[in-house]
């Protein structure tokens, strides 16, 4: 159910693939807090380098794992009476038991690295995804592109509304200043796609570019530039993770595809970088204070909202005081029906 009060009257929570921490945060044997979805989890990378997800709380007497525990071998090691759980959740050891009770198990979760990232797959049955691949990246092969720049924001938005923006046009050229894009908005294999064409004055020169916008998920989406000055291409991931009900973690990161010429790549990954921030500043300011309206007056120039809306609703959460659930998507990453 939508608490009264609450700022949208959408569910708070989705279902699917959403990046929790980039790689290179996560060393061999550390682990860290995760915050998200209005619970904790423990998130820690063993000695053979694979990374596990489990809840936080110790099911012995509730201790934080993430507050003081410790990885051992592939498993971690609560601070306070030294069980210890592997990737699975199942307690491997408890060093002063004859025997380790049945019940001693912590709730996993299915976690999968790629491109630097590091994705867990949340429905709100806590259900494990039957095919844990991820959705693709089209023309992507990541051994052409530089080391990726990251920035992230906590922010107090829903996801839903971050993505909106992408495909709210006028908004590109009253925020940002761009000038005013065309858009064309259409389902292509299984995601929603926009394709943007726009330009913006910079350095003393107009710039003209395009966008292609693929909302893979509710918590991803990517843009990629496929045709940037001196052959160069880039992809900007947009990872978006809920908090709680009212704040939102929003991962960015710049991969830009190396050229021949010497620095060059390097330069335009900057500017995208410092781009996308300065747009992200702009848009920050009018994301926290702004309200949500679920029957929004539009005008004939506003393009796209509504179809957005439309194909991020299928990925809410199911609500109790719903009927069953007519989802149009399995938790196996099934194909999306068509918004048109
Ligand atoms: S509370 Fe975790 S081992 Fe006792
Ligand atoms: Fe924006």
Redesign the pocket.
Known sequence: MVAAGRRYDIPAYTEGWFQIAWSRDLAKGQLRKVKQFGREYTLFRGQDGKVGLIDDV?P????HFSEGGSVQGNSVR??????EFDRTGTCTKIAYAKKIPKKAAVKSHTVVEKHGMIFMYRDKAGSTPQDAALPPIYDFDERNYLEPKTFEFNIRIHGQDIMENSVDSPHFWAVHGHAMPTNAFFTERDELRVDQTSSVHRFGQELHFKIEFHMAEPGFHYLHFPRLPGGAKAFVFSSIVPVDEEYTNHRITVMVRKTPIPGYSRVLQKFITWQMMKTYREDMQIWEHKEYHSRPVLCDGDGSIMKLRKWYAQFYEPQDDAPPSTAKRSPALGVLASVD
């Open positions: 110790c012995h007497l509730g201790a609560c601070p306070y009476h030294a069980w």
